[in-house]
């Protein structure tokens, strides 16, 4: 019996100290970034273009029911245009998105979300708030989310409406601009994020 016990106080030392979440426990559950998707949305008088962006790093923490906190990182150096069937129109449109009259990509490689608060709602859906950090300007926001636990991971979907022009993304702004006509381009866009974690 003093063997058993004995064994398993290091199988459970052992789970702790590499991190590994215990099932329903509290994680951290370390995001599956090859699994988890992030696509964009910008509108502008004349239409919208569409693309995909791509995680770095990130992690979300549970109290074995729900969400209580998490952080993410966006890798912005890979910012794509999906609706561009032209690759050298793409790529010049890629490029002004990276450029200081948008994403300033060189310089700030890295925006970043770190989860403050989680409301539960009905169901599987809860209200995240939380600081975003673009550009180096860091901004609160709040959006709907829904959570899906799992004995060994969790899984969320979010749709999150970001004011460009909080963190100092002012080109074709209606806001900071005259004269602009149909070049109008809208202040808001739109993250749809996919968050897997586990393998």
Same mark, same amino acid.
Request: charged content about 25%; proline content about 2%; hydrophobic content about 40%.
């Given at each position: ?6 064994? =398993? ?6 789970? =702790?100290?590499?991190?590994?979440? &215990? ?21 502008? @008088?004349? $239409?919208?273009?569409?693309?995909? @962006? ?9 109290? $074995? ?22 690759? %050298?129109?793409?790529? *010049? ?15 700030? *490689? ?6 403050? *608060? ?8 809860? %209200? ?7 550009? $180096? ?24 409406? &970001? ?16 004269? =602009? ?13 996919? =968050?897997?974690?586990?393998?």
């Amino acid at each position: 019996m003093k063997k058993t016990s004995t064994l =398993l106080s290091l199988a459970i030392a052992t789970i =702790l100290s590499t991190g590994v979440a &215990i099932a329903g426990g509290p994680g951290p559950f370390k995001v599956n970034t090859a699994k988890s998707n992030l696509k964009w949305t910008a509108s502008k @008088v004349t $239409g919208k273009h569409e693309g995909t @962006v791509k995680l770095a790093s990130g992690s979300l923490n549970s109290d $074995g029911k729900q969400l209580t906190g998490g952080t993410f990182d966006i890798d912005m150096s890979t910012i794509k245009c999906t609706d561009i069937a032209d690759a %050298e129109t793409a790529g *010049k449109f890629v490029g002004h998105l990276k450029s200081e009259d948008f994403f300033g990509v060189e310089k700030h *490689k890295t925006a970043h979300f770190v989860i403050s *608060k989680v409301t539960p709602k009905a169901g599987n859906e809860v %209200e995240v708030s939380g600081k975003m950090t673009i550009k $180096g300007i860091t901004k609160d926001i709040t959006f709907p989310a829904t959570v899906v636990h799992s004995a060994k991971a969790i899984s969320t979907k979010a749709k999150i409406t &970001i004011d460009r022009t909080d963190f100092d993304v002012r080109f074709g702004s209606g806001k900071f601009f005259t004269d =602009l006509g149909d070049k109008i381009i809208n202040d808001e866009f739109i993250i749809d994020i996919d =968050l897997e974690t586990g393998a």
